[in-house]
Structure formats: C-alpha cells, structure tokens
C-alpha cells in the first residue's frame, strides 16, 4: 500500500489556503481516503509554549511542521496543509521529509486578500506595526513549478488536479 501524501497549500494571508484545504480534505472523506488537514492557524494556537513569528520562530515552527507532516503521512494519511510558508526553504525542507509530496500554489493578489481580511492582519503590517508580515513587511517567495496553482479557495478544478495526483 502507497504511503500518504503530503498537500502543501502554500500562499499570501487570506489567499484561501484553509478553504481550499478543507474543501479537499471534506472530498477525500467522501472518497473513504484518511486525511487530516494540518492548518497552520490551529496548530499554533495548540503548540505550548506558543510560537510567535519571528524569523527564529518561524524556522522552528515550520521544522516542526513539515516534520509532523511527514510522520503522518508514513502512517498512510493524505496530509493537507495548509500554511503561508513564506520562505522556499520551508517547503523545499517539506518536500525533501515526505514519502510524496505536492505544492499548490494559491494565487492570489495582495488586494484581494486585504479585502478579504476578517482577522484584521493586513492593516497592523501596512502601519508598520505586525514585524515580519509575509506579502507586506516580509517577502512572500511564490513556488517557482508549483504542482498546482490554484486562484483561491474555490477552486474545484485545483482540488479535481489534487484529487488526481493523490491516486
């Protein structure tokens, strides 16, 4: 039997990484597939002590996560991820830890996120006052060959290329 796979949703702050994820992870419990999706909102409120986000902060908590990422999806679990992983590095050290891997790409434009808003994360990095903010502050490092690029969350023909590539 085929090891699981890693989902890596990667893209800007409310681009619609965790809708995306739950959209394919509510598809693969349809399908009878084990999955679990791994958002990186609740796993850091779960994490003790919490993990902030600064650069230091950011190198360990997306270590951990890649890691987590990978031990379960050995355990044969199609593991969806859904996190901004600003840097290549975090999902290049990702790929290099899971048995399969796949990076989607959700392309969306910085304006349409901030509209999109509703935990009030933009303003704060736009008056200077959320250090290290990726797409505003920080750099956001978009995948250079995505597996999938998505345009947000809704994306059903990204979820039906994810569907496929998990097969």
């Not at 919490?50 to 593991?79: D, K, N």
């Not at 999938?148 to 979820?159: C, K, L, N, P």
């Amino acid at each position: 039997m085929k090891p699981g796979a890693v989902v890596w949703i990667t893209g800007l702050p409310c681009s619609g990484k965790s809708s995306l994820g739950q959209r394919l992870q509510s598809r693969l419990t349809q399908m009878g597939k084990a999955s679990i999706l791994l958002d990186s909102d609740e796993i850091r409120y779960a994490m003790v002590p919490r993990v902030g986000y600064s650069p230091q902060e950011r190198e360990g908590f997306y270590e951990t996560l890649a890691r987590l990422a990978a031990l379960l999806s050995q355990q044969r679990i199609h593991v969806i991820v859904a996190a901004t992983s600003h840097r290549a590095a975090y999902r290049k050290r990702a790929r290099g830890l899971a048995p399969r891997f796949i990076e989607v790409h959700v392309q969306t434009p910085v304006e349409e996120c901030r509209q999109r808003d509703s935990k009030g994360l933009y303003a704060p990095a736009h008056a200077g006052n959320a250090p290290w903010f990726p797409g505003v502050v920080e750099k956001y490092e978009a995948p250079e060959k995505p597996d999938i690029v998505a345009t947000g969350g809704f994306d059903e023909s990204a979820i039906e290329r994810a569907l496929a590539a998990l097969a």
